[in-house]
Structures are given as C-alpha cells and as structure tokens.
C-alpha cells in the first residue's frame, strides 16, 4: 500500500493511526510538515472535509483498515489551472474578433468536413448566412448544389493547401484558399478557408483595363499634339500625293519589313524615317543614321560592322562595337545606299538574311535584332544593270518602296512649307517677317531643283537677311542670281494689271483684297488656316468673304 501511496506526487498523502502518529506520508505531504498538529487534529474529530485558513490547500480524509489517510490538494495549483483556463479563453475571444473583423470571408470546418465556424465577410460576400452553413456538412452543400466546389474537401483528400475558384447560387464567384490546421502527429484536425470576392475583383481588373485603355488613347493625342505643335516632328502635307506617302509611311511603321525610300535629294527622305521610327514598336531604342557616301570605303566597314582589338593599324586596343551592334533592337537608316561597295553589300545582305554581323577581324557571329531602312536618290534598277548594285540586296531592301516626289510635283506643298519654315524663323531669331502675296506667288512659279532643302534655305536666307518687315519680290532678287533656267516667272495678278481707266483707290484696294482672299482660301485646307496665315481674325476673314461673295 505504501509503495502505490508513494508514486502518487499530484497531491499530498498522509496516513495516521487513530492515536495521531504519522504511519506514512509522501514527498509533497512532507511540504507541509509545519501544519501536521492541525491536520491531524482535525482528521481525528472526523472532519472529512476541511481547509485551514493558514494553510494553502483543502484537506479530505477517508478511513481504511482503522487508519486515516489525508488527501492534501494545494490550493495554489487549483489557482493556476483556473487562470490558465481564463487566459485561454481570452485568447480565444482575441482570435474570434481577429477572425470576425477580417475583410475576407474566414470559414473553419473540422475534419469531417462540417462547417464549425464562419465569420460575418463570408456572409457578406456569398451572401450565405451563419444559421445556413454552420453544423453543415460541405459534401450536402456541394450535392445540393449551394457550390460547385468544396475547397476544404480538396485539402482533405489530397492532404495539402488547395486554391480554387468556387461559383455560388448566390451569383458570387470567390476565390477560397484552404489551409489545413494539423496535430503534433501531422494529421489534419481543421481547415480554414480565405475567401476573396472575385466579383468586385473582376470589376476593378475591368475599370483598371478601361482606364488603361484611356489612358493610353490620351497619350497618344497627346504626342500628335507635341508633334503638330513641335516643328521639328512636323511633316508639311497639303498635296494629295504627299498626303499618301504619309500615310504609307504610317501604315509601314506598324511591320517590321524592308524599306527602301527613294527621292531626289532635299525632298525630305529623313523626315519620313524619322516618321517611320516614331510611330514603330522600335520607337523606345535608337535611330541611328549613316550616310554611305560620306563615309570613306576604307572606314565604312568597320563604322558598320565594328571590329576586335589589332585588326588594322591604328585599331583600340579592346575593340569596338559598330553601328549595327549600337542600333539593337532599334532602327539604322543606311542613307545614299547606292554609294555602298560592292563587297559591303554582300556583308549587309547577310545581316537582313541571318540577322548577326561578324567584326572586323573576328570570327564569332554576333546577333542583332534592327530593323534596316534604306533610301537613295539614285536609279537602283539601272545600277543593278550596270553591276554597280546586286540584284539580291536590292530585293531584300525594296520588300516596301516609298517614292516621294519632287516639290515641282506637289506645289500644293510650297505655300505652307513657307509658312512653317518663316514660323521657326521668326521664333529661333526673335523676328517679325512676312512676304508679300507677289512673294508667295514667286515661290509657287519656281521649279526648286533642290527641292525642300533649298526652299528651306532660301526662306531663312531672305527672312534674315531683308530689312522690312515684308519681304517683296525684290528682295527675292537680291538673293539669287537668275538665268533663263532658273528664272521666277512672276505674273502679275489680274487685279494689280495695268488699267486702262483710272478707279477709285478704294475700289482698287478691294478689288486687290478680293484677289488675296480667294487665293489664300484656295491654297490652305480650312478658314482657320488661311486666317492665320493672312494674321487676322477667323471671323474678320469670313465677313470679307461674304462681302465679296467668296466660297470656300
């Protein structure tokens, strides 16, 4: 009896005789040797249960074979077992309110699968209330068809974290992620599903794709507009057959063919490029830009194709790399491309076929990914002919042609490139110049055989260098020399022709007016234009047409 006694050390034993001696007591009896007299004392009066004031514990007795045996249970354990119980109910009131102020729908279902606990989001958000799921089994909910999927089931069967899209009868379609909660034996006691609104998420995704889409339709109006208001992006196109290489270029811009360009020098074959380039996937690399014909034979081959460390005499040490390499991803514009050796085209064939380039003295292909925009102003089919251009290369080059015609060819043109260019004049050097309408018709009567470059430099030359304020047609002949081929033939309008009978100077002065508004109205696309240009008001204009009957 007393070895059993002994291996008891939850509460204190002590065994006495009915005279008072101690037959036995444990270890944790033997703690409270201090209090014994009154222990034993009152165990003899028959009290079988009892606490002394003193004493921190409760005593209760009981009698065997004429011997009294004392249970002693410390009242300072009974203390921690009840505040332990109470701070695990505080903890778990903390995780009830952490769980019921989520955002997301939290659902926990224990191991069978039935709802235990839901929080108020997921009734928000399924619209399925507490008393409809909690004590449900997610098998029933699933068969009666309140979802089409149960996550918490998948995580129970397959023993991991699942992520579904689950559909409800409610209309809401939600994201549930389920969790399984395990033992220290790693076997799944609960699982806790994270449950996302998809529905308000496929809303935002769709506002955020519209205001995407917005957005990017701003940008681009945005930069047309730079590109009207700036003018060195600006392209002058009031022909018909200048409005067409426009939009050729534009619609060639959006492809990554081949494009060969061919123009008499001065038309303007760069500008185009860079049109090209702009409005290109490519637009966010570089646009690098090489002349073959000012570039020496000797030299042209390594500018091109770069070359490795002492290749020539006179070669850096470390190498390095040419245009082609420099222009990755982006574009080169191989300008006067009928100025190119013989052997380099064979080189440059083998870039646009296998899209690498191998260095001056080096043996590794190195790839490149460019786009390769050609343009010349000499006749490639007569030098494929003569066996100054291959035949192959030209194919390759010519996949888009754009021919842009001479400024003889599109006069429509010349009014407004004078405008545009005496604009950027007059702003770059702080001046107020204008020309006469004897001027502008002088322009329009000259064949410019230097094409846009030359009207380019001639309007700047005479705007800065006459001393009026309106440039005349004398001024006009105090800047270029004239022979029988390059002679402005200036007719004199009806209105200024001489008279046989003296009118009125009013009458002659409206008359000259009538014959300068017709003539603007014709040449610019709209009133506003031609308002602008003439430097009135839009309205001054219109009510001088409908005085002098004048139709747009």
């Not at 260098?465 to 309008?493: H, Y």
Request: proline letters at 4%; glycine letters at 6%; one cysteine or more.
């Amino acid at each position: 009896m007393n070895n059993i006694l002994s291996n008891i050390n939850i509460v204190g034993i002590l065994v006495i005789n009915k005279q008072g001696d101690i037959l036995f007591s444990n270890s944790l009896a033997q703690k409270y040797t201090y209090y014994y007299d009154s222990i034993i004392e009152s165990s003899l009066t028959h009290s079988q249960s009892f606490c002394l004031v003193p004493f921190p514990a409760e005593m209760t007795t009981f009698t065997n074979n004429d011997q009294i045996v004392v249970v002693i249970n410390p009242i300072d354990e009974l203390v921690r077992l009840k505040k332990e119980k109470e701070s695990l109910q505080s903890l778990r009131n903390e995780l009830n309110e952490v769980i019921n102020s989520s955002f997301d729908g939290i659902v926990i279902s224990d191991k069978d699968g039935i709802i235990i606990h839901q929080n108020p989001s997921y009734e928000k958000i399924t619209g399925l209330s507490a008393k409809d799921c909690i004590g449900r089994s997610l098998k029933e909910l699933e068969n009666e068809g309140v979802i089409n999927a149960s996550a918490s089931l998948k995580a129970l069967n397959e023993n991991r974290e699942v992520t579904i899209v689950q559909k409800i009868n409610t209309g809401a379609t939600v994201l549930v992620s389920a969790a399984p909660i395990r033992n220290k034996n790693g076997e799944i006691q609960k699982v806790v599903n994270n449950v996302r609104d998809l529905t308000r998420l496929n809303a935002l995704e769709s506002e955020i794709k519209q205001l995407e889409k917005q957005n990017k339709q701003i940008h681009e109006e945005l930069e047309l507009l730079k590109e009207q208001n700036d003018p060195k992006l600006s392209i002058i196109a009031q022909s018909d057959v200048m409005k067409d290489v426009l939009d050729r270029a534009l619609r060639v811009a959006q492809i990554d063919s081949g494009v060969l360009i061919q123009g008499a020098s001065g038309v303007g074959k760069e500008k185009i490029v860079e049109l090209i380039h702009r409005h290109s996937v490519r637009k966010g690399y570089p646009l690098i830009k090489i002349n073959c014909g000012a570039i020496p034979e000797s030299l042209l081959e390594s500018e091109l194709f770069g070359y490795e460390s002492g290749s020539f005499t006179g070669a850096n040490q470390k190498g390095k790399a040419g245009l082609f390499e420099a222009a990755n991803h982006g574009t080169i514009f191989l300008d006067e491309i009928g100025e190119m050796p013989l052997p380099l085209q064979v080189k440059l064939l083998r870039v646009l076929q296998e899209h690498e380039i191998t260095r001056v003295g080096g043996t590794k292909p190195i790839p490149v990914n460019i786009r390769i925009i050609a343009a010349t102003h000499r006749n490639l089919s007569g030098m494929i002919t003569s066996g100054q251009f291959r035949e192959d290369l030209y194919y390759r080059l010519n996949i888009i042609p754009i021919k842009i015609p001479p400024l003889k060819e599109r006069k429509d043109d010349i009014i407004p490139l004078i405008y545009h260019f005496l604009n950027r004049i007059n702003q770059k050097y702080g001046i107020n110049r204008k020309f006469s309408n004897a001027a502008i018709n002088a322009f329009t009567r000259y064949d410019w055989p230097g094409n846009v470059r030359e009207l380019q430099n001639l309007v700047e030359r005479i705007a800065l260098m006459s001393l009026n304020p309106e440039i005349d047609i004398k001024d006009l002949q105090k800047e270029l020399d004239f022979n029988n081929d390059m002679e402005f033939n200036v007719k004199t309008s009806p209105s200024m022709s001489p008279i046989s009978k003296l009118e009125p100077l009013k009458d002659q002065i409206e008359s000259f007016e009538k014959e300068i508004i017709r003539e603007a109205v014709t040449v610019f696309p709209s009133i506003r234009k031609a308002a602008t240009a003439l430097k009135v008001d839009q309205s001054t204009l219109v009510r001088k047409m409908q005085k002098y009957k004048i139709g747009k």
